[in-house]
């Protein structure tokens, strides 16, 4: 499973690809310089928005089940591998790469 750090920088970077999309840059043809900016800009974004603290709530939230108790619902941590399983499918959306 990836952790926090690697999902931030993950997702930072997609955040760089979508705002050079957004300026009408081909991301493959820009130079390091130009990237940078967009990476820059990516990262001061993801700070303004909490994501760093965002990814670490949505962990602990994936890592939680409802389950059925005595006819009401109850929550569960799932343990071991299958909460890693969970929390990394969950995470998935804020990493995911349209050019797969």
């Known amino acids: 499973m ?10 930072t970077e997609r955040g760089a690809r979508l705002a050079a999309q957004a300026y009408g840059a081909d991301w493959d043809t820009l130079d390091e310089e130009e990237r940078g900016r967009h990476r820059a800009l990516a990262r001061r974004w993801a ?6 603290a965002a990814i ?4 602990t939230i994936a890592t939680k089940t409802p389950v059925e ?10 343990d071991g591998d299958d909460a890693q399983v969970v929390a990394e ?7 995911h790469d349209e050019r797969e």
Do not use: N, P, W
């Open 56 to 59: 670490g709530a949505l962990s």
């Open 89 to 95: 499918e969950t995470l998935a959306g804020l990493v």
């Open 47 to 52: 700070e303004f928005l909490g994501l760093d």
């Open 69 to 78: 108790a005595d006819g009401a619902i109850a929550i569960r941590t799932i």
């Open 2 to 11: 990836s952790t926090q750090h690697e999902l931030l920088a993950k997702a």
